[in-house]
Structure formats: C-alpha cells, structure tokens
C-alpha cells in the first residue's frame, strides 16, 4: 500500500472519531424545520393536536432534541387549551343560567 493511501484512511478515522458521525456530510439536519412545523401546529389548534407525535417520533435524530420537545410540550399545551376552550363554548361549560321567580 502506498502511503498516501495509508495517511488518508487514517485521517478519515480520526474525522469520523472526532465528529461521531460516519454519514456524509451532505445530509442536513432537520432540527430546525421540525421547530418550526413546532411552533406554526400553535396556529392551528387541531393540527397541532395531531402533528406533535409524529414530531416527537422524528426528533430523536436531531441535534436539538431538547429544545425540540419543550416547543412540542409548549404546542400540545396551548391545542389542548384552544379545544377546550371551543369545545366548551359548544356545550355550555361553565354556562349558568339564573331565573327569578315573582
């Protein structure tokens, strides 16, 4: 073997040692769309009810998981909310009515 073979196998090694990742680097990550597909489900309270598992599901490949999971957390918290709250102006929660008698 020649050894400018040998000087490039090595420092690919210590490359892939060093970054922890084997992948080509032309794949990106995804961490910030998946913020933002995060925060746009609080605009769109039932969308949001349904995007945030598939959210959560994808995040454990992302760099930023953490941050990930707090948008999610915060969303889901505000959908949750937002049906409530028009679910219960649909059915009367909290409606009291009072009548006097003469």
Known sequence: MPLEYFLNEQSDEIVTFKTGVDSPKDEKDESFNLL???LLSCLIAPFGLFIVPFILKVKKKSTHAKLILIACLFSM?????????????????GTVSIEYEE
């Open 77 to 93: 918290t505000i959908n949750l909310f937002v049906v409530y709250s028009v679910v219960g102006d649909y059915l009367g929660f």
């Open 36 to 38: 933002i597909l995060t």
